[in-house]
C-alpha cells in the first residue's frame, strides 16, 4: 500500500522560505518519478515540480524556476520540495504525487497515480 504524507508546510511572508517534505511508504520509491503539484482556492491543481529516479533531472513550471528546488533522497524514501523567494501567489496546497515507473520527469497530472492529503503553504504580503 502506497501513502505519501507530506510536511513543512506553513505561514511565511514574502521573501521566505520553505522546505516540504514528502515520505512515502512504499517498497519502490526508487523506481518511481515524484513531483509536486499545487492548488490554490477555485483554480484547479498544477504542475510545479518533478524530479526523475536518481534525482538527475528535475522539472519546474515557469512560475517557480530559479525559486524553487527539487531533491530526494531514496534511502529515506523522502522527496523534497524548497521553496525560496516565496511570493503571495505561492498560496495553495501543495501535493505530491507518484509518477511514471522507470520513467521520465513530466508535468501530465495524468501521469500520477498515488498522490498526498496535501499540506498548506500560505504566504503573506
Known amino acids: 500500500q502506497v501513502q505519501l504524507v507530506e510536511s513543512g508546510g506553513g505561514l511565511v511572508q514574502a521573501g521566505g522560505s520553505l522546505r516540504l517534505s514528502c515520505a512515502d511508504s512504499?517498497?519502490?520509491?526508487?523506481?518511481?518519478?515524484m513531483g509536486w503539484f499545487r492548488q490554490a482556492p477555485g483554480k484547479e491543481r498544477e504542475f510545479v515540480a518533478a524530479?526523475?529516479?536518481?534525482?538527475?533531472?528535475?522539472y519546474f513550471a515557469d512560475s517557480v524556476k530559479g525559486r524553487f528546488t527539487v531533491s530526494r533522497d531514496n534511502a529515506k524514501n523522502t522527496v523534497y520540495l524548497q521553496m525560496n523567494s516565496l511570493k503571495p501567489e505561492d498560496t495553495a496546497v501543495y501535493y505530491c504525487a507518484r509518477g511514471p515507473l522507470f520513467g521520465v520527469v513530466t508535468s501530465e497530472r495524468g501521469q500520477y497515480d498515488y498522490w498526498g492529503q496535501g499540506t498548506q503553504v500560505t504566504v503573506s504580503s
Open positions: 524530479i526523475d529516479l536518481s534525482g538527475g533531472s528535475t
Open positions: 512504499g517498497r519502490s520509491f526508487s523506481h518511481y518519478v
